[in-house]
């Protein structure tokens, strides 16, 4: 017998195996086995990726991109790679994880910043070693530099971790590293926060912020702050998960896409790609907006965030408050009911008014402004009450502007943009008016259009990488900086503690991080 199946032998079998049978044992391989496989092809995924963007960010400046987007361009490329990296690093075993040693290459960070310490010292002194119980000695101290902003102003923090010793038995004792989303970085939680918030809510792209941040005394490089931006979207990914289950946890929705230009590397030009939002109505006690990135228009984007099977089965089933783009037919016709959006049919009148001075668009304005009146009356009252009060008077109204269409369709020419306005509302009057039946229902779909307005804000800044991962990211964080700031939160602030106590938070207790239910450490 060789020694290598001496040492097998000798082995001790795993605590896991006692008492399971050999059929047992035989189908928890089988399963082990699928799980390394499907890991070592997630792997293999990852790692063709990354040669990919490689390949791509030398040779971008081939390209036929003006130096804006090649700027865009190449931040994505770093962003994507460092998220891919850790990614990668997940999937490890923590074994391997935790034998490889890490040498990360960082600048030293400049002199004439100011400097304050922060003390990390052990909570008791005395020597645990058995039979021993000396009091310890100081005898040294580790200290690791960070770099911090507030708006303006850098500053080092200096985390000093002193080393204690027993004279006796030589025992040394010192504080553990404080945890850090990017472990041995050189960017406190607030620089980070600060760099985010920049670009998905002053959409400034990282290569302006480095122009920025040397002003005021760091040029923080680009390809640095797109580590950062990787690192942040994968970390917070698991908030956003939680944050989707809770929004389909409600029975009324608001929806809506806007076009967002995606770069494609390859093509040397861009295309079209869009940021489908999703949102809880003004009555919900959780007030949150999620977004979703997709390459396309097509409604298996819809069906797919929903939840909703190719079949049609599983998934959300409630209202939705959306316009009459074709792309949501797909959700409807899996059994999600639809609410219109009485603004869009209002605004195709407005239009006729304001560019041809219609009188019979103006008559419609005024329909229009009836409801319009009675859900400001309503808006601030109980569900029961403000149901109460539609029936009473907005059935009439609406009644009274139906007929009034009705009417006039008769009396204008097929193919106008008269007529179009009109039948726009006359095929789409059951979705209109479904919320005077439905408390928890509002009139129009604007909540979620003034949620997407500042992101057309920053169109030029939403050039990604050629794949979803850039722009799945940009969504990801927008969904919390956007959601707190929904619930009152200055962005920073809560993206700032978020990132401090994400490393350590239990994930039993994630939630508790999510901006409706977010209270800052005091």
Wanted: with cysteine; proline share 5%; hydrophobic share 40%.
């Amino acid at each position: 017998m060789n020694s290598s199946s001496a040492n097998a032998l000798d082995a001790a079998p795993d605590p896991a195996f006692s008492g399971m049978s050999f059929a047992e044992v035989c189908a928890l391989a089988s399963r082990l086995q699928t799980e390394v496989r499907h890991a070592q092809a997630l792997n293999a995924k990852m790692a063709h990726e990354m040669a990919v963007l490689k390949r791509l960010k030398f040779a971008a400046s081939a390209e036929r991109f003006s130096p804006e987007q090649r700027n865009l361009l190449e931040e994505a490329i770093d962003e994507d790679l460092q998220a891919l990296e850790r990614e990668v690093g997940k999937l490890q075993s923590p074994a391997k994880a935790a034998g490889e040693k890490q040498t990360p290459k960082r600048q030293a960070l400049p002199a004439h910043l100011p400097r304050y310490d922060i003390h990390h010292e052990p909570d008791d002194t005395t020597c645990t070693t058995p039979g021993c119980g000396c009091q310890m000695k100081r005898i040294g101290q580790d200290v690791a530099e960070k770099l911090d902003y507030e708006p303006g102003r850098f500053s080092v923090q200096r985390h000093v971790r002193g080393k204690w010793a027993c004279t006796r038995c030589q025992t040394l004792i010192q504080a553990p590293v404080p945890a850090c989303v990017i472990d041995k970085g050189m960017a406190t939680a607030g620089l980070m926060a600060h760099v985010a918030v920049a670009k998905y809510i002053d959409h400034q792209p990282l290569y302006r912020q480095e122009t920025s941040l040397g002003r005021a005394g760091f040029a923080v490089p680009r390809s640095t702050q797109a580590e950062w931006i990787g690192a942040i979207g994968v970390e917070l990914a698991p908030l956003v998960q939680a944050m989707r289950e809770d929004l389909l946890g409600h029975h009324v929705l608001h929806s809506d896409e806007t076009p967002v230009a995606m770069l494609k590397p390859g093509h040397g030009k861009t295309h079209r790609a869009y940021l489908w939002s999703y949102c809880t109505t003004v009555w919900d006690k959780v007030n949150a907006v999620v977004f979703d990135f997709a390459e396309s228009r097509a409604g298996h984007n819809a069906r797919r965030f929903l939840g909703i099977a190719e079949d049609g089965s599983g998934g959300w089933r409630g209202t939705l408050i959306c316009d009459d783009y074709a792309g949501y037919k797909q959700v409807m016709s899996a059994g999600v009911t639809e609410a219109g959006c009485l603004a869009h049919a209002r605004r195709k009148f407005h239009e006729l008014w304001a560019n041809h001075s219609s009188m019979l668009a103006e008559g419609a304005l005024k329909l229009f402004a009836n409801l319009y009146d009675i859900e400001r009356e309503v808006k601030d009252l109980g569900p029961g009450e403000r149901l109460r009060v539609r029936q009473a008077r907005s059935r009439p109204a609406a009644d009274l502007l139906h007929a009034w269409l009705m009417a006039k369709r008769q009396k204008v020419p097929d193919g106008s943009a008269t007529a179009r306005a009109i039948d726009y509302s006359l095929k789409r009057w059951a979705a209109l008016t479904r919320f005077i039946d439905d408390a928890d229902l509002a009139a129009d779909n604007n909540r979620i259009e003034n949620l997407i307005r500042p992101v057309a804000l920053g169109r030029k800044n939403w050039l990604f990488a050629g794949s979803l991962r850039a722009g799945q990211r940009a969504a990801a964080i927008m969904s919390l900086l956007h959601t707190a700031r929904l619930n009152g939160h200055e962005p920073s602030a809560y993206l700032k503690d978020v990132l401090q106590r994400l490393p350590t938070q239990p994930a039993s207790a994630l939630r508790d991080l999510l901006p409706y239910r977010w209270t800052p450490l005091t």
